[in-house]
């Protein structure tokens, strides 16, 4: 059964402090990792990770993947109160059917990195 | 808006009663996958859709749940006889068909389910 473990499950900082939030998975037919960020509502888009190395960007966070160690991380830099989120952590796997035509990716989530930032 | 709709956004049941959810996807979205997400874990799984075919359901999907999409394009999320354990969001997701570079699921708001 595909896994993905987020860490800490919970985290507390002041603001402008860096953060650095885990994730580590075990799938079979790895295709992509993505990072989301949930407020009370539904989970957004963060960043999808494909290839090892290559870190993606987006203002104060960035994200880096290690196929070979199968974990990722989500940094955030100089946190601001408007960062208290959770975030999430989604693996992407599966195939496409060898007959018959059609496909089985599935999306696997970890339990989410609860961010508190205090001002 | 041309987002992923869900419909109701909050539904609270008796325990026992059937309810049902409705998603409508991205159009030209022909994915459309459900999840279910209780307080302080992330959405598990539940089912996919390729089209009209159902190509996947998780094993949490209970006999008491249905999941339809008749003619590829919004689909139905069904809880027969519901229990207090079925509280939680039910969040439906759509993407566009898999390419090389990779696709993005858009998520929908969710609708709440409380069972009393």
């Known amino acids: 059964e595909d896994k993905v473990v987020q860490s800490p499950l919970s985290l507390v900082v002041h603001e402008g402090d860096t953060v650095t939030l885990n994730c580590s998975y075990e799938?079979?037919?790895?295709?992509?990792l993505l990072w989301y960020k949930q407020e009370k509502k539904a989970p957004t888009f963060l960043f999808m990770l494909?290839?090892?190395?290559i870190e993606k960007k987006s203002g104060r966070l960035s994200s880096i993947l290690d196929k070979k160690e199968l974990f990722s991380i989500l940094n955030i830099t100089a946190t601001q109160t408007g960062d208290s989120a959770i975030y999430l952590c989604?693996?992407?796997?599966?195939?496409?059917?060898?007959?018959?035509?059609?496909?089985?990716?599935?999306?696997?989530f970890g339990k989410g990195t609860l961010l508190t930032v205090n001002p | 808006d041309t987002g992923v709709s869900q419909d109701p956004r909050h539904k609270i049941t008796k325990r026992g009663q059937n309810v049902t959810f409705r998603c409508d996807p991205i159009?030209?979205?022909?994915?459309l996958y459900w999840y279910r997400q209780t307080l302080g874990q992330g959405p598990e799984f539940l089912t996919y859709f390729q089209n009209e075919a159902q190509l996947e359901k998780s094993r949490l999907l209970s006999d008491r749940f249905s999941a339809e999409r008749p003619k590829g394009s919004f689909s139905t999320l069904e809880i027969q006889r519901t229990e207090q354990g079925d509280s939680a969001m039910y969040l439906c997701?759509?993407?566009?068909?898999?390419?090389?570079?990779?696709?993005?699921?858009?998520f929908g708001e969710g609708s709440w389910l409380t069972v009393v």
């Open positions: 799938v079979t037919n790895f295709r992509s």
């Open positions: 989604a693996v992407e796997s599966g195939g496409r059917f060898v007959t018959g035509g059609g496909s089985n990716y599935k999306l696997t």
């Open positions: 997701a759509s993407s566009l068909p898999r390419t090389v570079s990779g696709n993005t699921i858009y």
């Open positions: 494909t290839s090892s190395g």
């Open positions: 159009s030209e979205h022909n994915r």
